[in-house]
């Protein structure tokens, strides 16, 4: 069981950077697959990005390569969401999630496989 806490969302304006945190509780936090997704209004949730456990692996969604880095520092059981250069279409809810299923890289991006869920942290991004 591990319980995830983001933080470090807030209100930037077109251009500007926020870098998200999620720590993580628990042991063995090296053994989870982390993820970042997130959710506008009115919208569906969407995966952002994800750091596969052991080999560091990093995978994006297409809406956010070269502007969004994930990462993670698994002495401070912690995982990064450092994002560049926003946009509007960027505000949402930001959940961290985490796994330790074992999946395909194709599947780092499937909600239902992700059991642990943070509370979530708002960007909004103004024009």
């Known amino acids: 069981q591990v319980q995830l806490v983001e933080s470090g969302g807030g209100s930037v304006q077109t251009g500007g950077s926020l870098r998200l945190s999620c720590a993580a509780s628990?042991?063995?936090?090296?053994?989870?697959?982390m993820g970042w997704f997130r959710q506008a209004p009115g919208k569906e949730r969407e995966f952002v990005a994800a750091i596969r456990r052991g080999d560091g692996t990093t995978f994006y969604t297409d809406s956010v390569k070269g502007r969004f880095t994930i990462s993670r520092d698994n002495v401070k059981n912690t995982v990064y969401l450092q994002m560049n250069s926003l946009k509007p279409e960027d505000t949402a809810v930001y959940y961290c999630?985490?796994?330790?299923?074992?999946?395909?890289?194709?599947?780092?991006?499937?909600?239902?496989?992700?059991?642990?869920w943070g509370q979530g942290t708002q960007v909004t991004v103004s024009s």
């Open positions: 999630a985490a796994k330790t299923r074992i999946t395909p890289a194709q599947d780092m991006g499937v909600m239902t496989q992700y059991p642990y």
């Open positions: 628990g042991r063995s936090f090296g053994s989870y697959t």
